[in-house]
């Protein structure tokens, strides 16, 4: 393969990559600080695409499209936490049940099974005549859409990092502990699939505007890429703490789209992505397996020693 | 001054496979402010039950739970968590993995408050207070505060949550056998921190333990419970007169008189 194919598979990637990068992020959110599945996403994705193409349509602004459709897609989370608290349902089940409604929805919204938005104006248009370029690029595309993704990442991050980002992580991982310190499961969970969805629908919003089109069916695959991309990034990326984990996000988002853009590049037909997607959770299951066995051992092998050495020291010399 | 702690006429019943196990049968008990009371009792005796129905994870059947005065009946475990502070006895429960130790004291610091989203979780006055607060009760765990807890060993973990727990001062502290899994010398310091710290805080202390001797030595008074009830109420002064031996007779007697009701089917 010549460097230049590896250069534009980059840049494909990065296209691509960076508007998806959100609705990973919010994959992650459930699937990996509260540890549960959230299957709204996949309509709350389309629900963003569908509120930004008919907002776009209709001759709104580009830039309102995004909070508008950041909050449609918050509001279906909300949606799934009413069906699954008063009903007493699993989050997986009662987002079943709301990804379901959500297909009609966004149908309805719609009117059409697709909508192109191509010919109108869009973030990267105001973005391009903001600056003085006449010529849309590639370029231009990945600049609007890795400023909006860092802002965003950025914000996330550092929420992670407060003292209600601290509840949320806790409450994800000892419900118990996260209980006996105030925390209210119910509200972290409904705050987690807010925020999940909020990102999805935002993310979609972002795809639309990239890709100039919405399709009632774009957001199917999205819980399957999104944990795709996690799994591939613990695969680069591995260790505790929250940045961390948005970064293996970052990286695990930006290789799988990277893996795509190589696969098309090379060949390889659009209908067969879905088995290369499959391909890749499973390396990379298979991997983090292997990686996680052969750091347990180092850890608890070590650890033993030191934590012996340490008890016969102090803790004889404290007790008698 | 009013009780920190009142249950009245407290019933729980738990139904398991069509069977119902009553767990406390009618149980008073009050306690004032800064009291600290053991409470011991053979397996399946209420313990742990009177311990939840008071945090407020297990529901009550019938009854009325207070709290400095408050009926707290209808409050769920964290919303009770403003007055209450616990630790479990599954060390894995207390803290939580995937934070670091820090990064727990500062959840814990904020039992029952309000948690900011535009706040940092850690600060550097919380981190120089916990880290003073760790150096004279923690044993070296002062150094490792941005290890995450899982690595830290068992008693480490029942030693950093007990710290943790009566940090920044709880109306009550509610400890369920929180030394028994560990191993005898750990239990041992753990027990003595314990102490120190309930002591020195003068906080309302409810401490079931396994272990007799422990009964005998620790606490201002002694409960003994058998069969969901308040089998023996020890006061101070008895606990003195008895000792330990006059105490572990006591003991036997009401398991004897346990066992003797079970026989006669009452
Ligand atoms: N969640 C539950 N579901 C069903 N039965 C329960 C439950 N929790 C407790 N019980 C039953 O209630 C009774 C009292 O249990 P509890 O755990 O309070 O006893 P304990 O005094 O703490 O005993 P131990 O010394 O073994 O810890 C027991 O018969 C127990 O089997
Ligand atoms: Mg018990």
Redesign the pocket.
Same mark, same amino acid.
């Given at each position: 393969m010549e460097p230049q194919v590896f250069v534009y598979a980059v840049l494909d990637a990065l296209e691509t990559g960076l508007p998806y990068m959100l609705a990973f992020l919010g994959v992650w959110l459930v699937f990996r600080i509260y540890q549960d599945f959230d299957l709204t996403v996949g309509g709350s994705f389309t629900l963003g695409a569908s509120i930004c193409a008919v907002w776009i349509v209709r001759g709104g602004d580009p830039w309102l499209a995004l909070p508008l459709a950041a909050i449609g897609g918050a509001l279906a989370g909300v949606l799934t936490y009413v069906v699954m608290y008063y009903l007493n349902l699993s989050l997986i089940l009662s987002s079943i049940v709301v990804n379901t409604a959500l297909f009609t929805i966004n149908l309805r919204l719609l009117g059409v099974p697709d909508v192109s938005i191509i010919g109108k104006r869009t973030i990267v248009d105001s973005f391009n005549s903001a600056l003085g370029i006449t010529q849309s690029s590639q370029i231009s595309t990945i600049l609007v859409m890795g400023l909006i993704a860092g802002v965003v990442i950025g914000l996330l991050s550092l929420f992670l990092l407060t003292e209600a980002g601290l509840a949320l992580r806790a409450c994800g991982t000892n419900k118990m502990m996260a209980r006996a310190a105030g925390v209210s499961p119910p509200l972290m969970l409904l705050l987690v699939i807010m925020m999940a969805n909020g990102l999805t629908g935002l993310s979609g919003a972002l795809v639309v505007q990239e890709q100039g089109f919405v399709d009632v069916m774009m957001g199917a695959s999205i819980l399957i890429f999104g944990v795709t991309g996690v799994l591939l990034g613990e695969v680069i990326l591995w260790g505790t703490g929250p940045i961390r984990g948005v970064l293996t996000v970052v990286l695990g988002t930006l290789a799988y789209r990277l893996l795509l853009a190589l696969a098309f590049r090379v060949g390889v037909e659009p209908q067969d992505f879905n088995a290369l997607t499959a391909s890749v959770v499973v390396f990379s299951l298979l991997l983090n397996l292997g990686v996680t066995r052969v750091v347990q051992t180092r850890a608890t092998s070590s650890a033993k020693a030191i934590s012996i050495a340490a008890t016969d020291a102090s803790e004889r010399r404290e007790v008698t | 001054m009013s009780e920190s702690i009142e249950i009245r006429n407290t019933s729980v019943t738990?139904h398991?496979g069509g069977a119902t196990?009553r767990?406390l049968t009618g149980l008073n008990l009050k306690l004032a402010p800064s009291e600290y009371v053991t409470v011991i009792?053979p397996? /399946?005796? /209420?313990?742990?039950?009177l311990v939840n129905v008071l945090a407020g994870s297990v529901p009550v059947n019938e009854g009325e739970i207070f709290l400095g005065g408050k009926d707290v009946t209808r409050l769920p475990d964290y919303r009770r968590a403003q007055w209450i502070a616990r630790v479990f006895q599954d060390p894995a429960v207390g803290t939580c993995e995937g934070l670091s130790v820090i990064e727990n004291a500062a959840l814990l610091s904020r039992r029952g408050r309000n948690r900011s989203p535009f706040k940092f979780a850690l600060t550097r006055d919380h981190t120089e207070s916990f880290r003073a607060l760790l150096a004279e009760y923690g044993r070296d765990l002062q150094h490792r505060l941005k290890q995450d807890v899982s690595r830290l060993s068992g008693g480490q973990r029942q030693l950093l949550a007990v710290i943790m727990a009566v940090a920044e001062r709880p109306e009550v502290l509610l400890l369920d056998?929180h030394t028994s899994a560990l191993d005898p010398e750990m239990a041992e310091l753990v027990m003595r921190r314990t102490d120190d710290l309930v002591r020195e805080q003068h906080v309302t202390t409810i401490m079931v333990t396994?272990n007799m001797r422990w009964a005998a030595r620790f606490g201002d008074r002694l409960l003994i419970?058998s069969r969901g009830r308040i089998a023996a109420d020890i006061t101070r002064e008895e606990k003195v007169r008895l000792a330990e031996d006059g105490l572990i007779q006591r003991f036997r007697q009401v398991a004897a008189g346990e066992l003797t009701d079970s026989l006669v089917g009452g």
């Open positions: - | 738990f398991r196990v767990a009792g397996n /399946g005796a /209420g313990k742990s039950t056998e396994h419970m």
